[in-house]
């Protein structure tokens, strides 16, 4: 298991959050993720054999957010 913390820009409301969170906790490898809209960032925990950041960091941004 790999933990990240990603930085997300774009977010306009706490609906954008849990949009995102529901996006991502459906990828494959995805164990956990929590976004916090105040603090713009998302902690997501996921199996580095399955997923990885590249892969959460684009689906984040067809959503229309940018993850860095
Ligand atoms: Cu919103």
Redesign the pocket.
Known sequence: MEKIELKIEG???????T?IQMLVSQMDGVKEIFVDYNAKKGNIEFDSTKVNKDAIVKAIAELGYTAT
């Not at 977010?11 to 959050?17: D, E, I, K, L, T």
């Open positions: 977010m306009h409301c706490g609906a954008c959050a949009g």
